[in-house]
Nanobody, 120 residues
Framework: QVQLQASGGGLVQAGGSLKLSCATS????????TGWFRQAAGKEREFVGT????????YYAESVKGRFTISKDSAKQTVYLEMNDLKPEDTAVYFC?????????????WGQGTLVTVSS
């Protein structure tokens, strides 16, 4: 019932910024929390952060808190992940996902990943 399309990945230097987008669609796109996960080569998928369409609350992993910010635009049905002060360890494929709050272990829908590469 929910489709997600992540975009905006690319190559960026350490210390730089990048903003990812997750366009949502489907009959009940606003009924779920929407967030981000990432997976680096050779590592397990890691939770990044979550937000909701109705409430203003957000939830971030400790590894990105203070550097990454999730925002949303209901008119565009799009969730964003603004990444600042990027580090080489942030290099990963980033996925947007939707499901019940807080989403960490409750994902119901996955989007296609977008690759973020941070060079040193």
């Amino acid at each position: 019932q929910v489709q997600l399309q992540a975009s905006g990945g690319g190559l960026v230097q350490a210390g730089g910024s990048l903003k990812l987008s997750c366009a949502t669609s489907g009959r009940h796109w606003s009924a779920y929390a929407t967030g981000w996960f990432r997976q680096a080569a050779g590592k397990e998928r890691e939770f990044v952060g979550t937000t909701e369409w109705i409430r203003t609350r957000t939830y971030y992993a400790e590894s990105v808190k203070g550097r990454f910010t999730i925002s949303k635009d209901s008119a565009k049905q799009t969730v964003y992940l603004e990444m600042n002060d990027l580090k080489p360890e942030d290099t990963a494929v980033y996925f947007c996902a939707a499901g019940p709050w807080p989403l960490v272990r409750s994902v119901r829908y996955w989007g296609q990943g977008t690759l973020v590469t941070v060079s040193s």
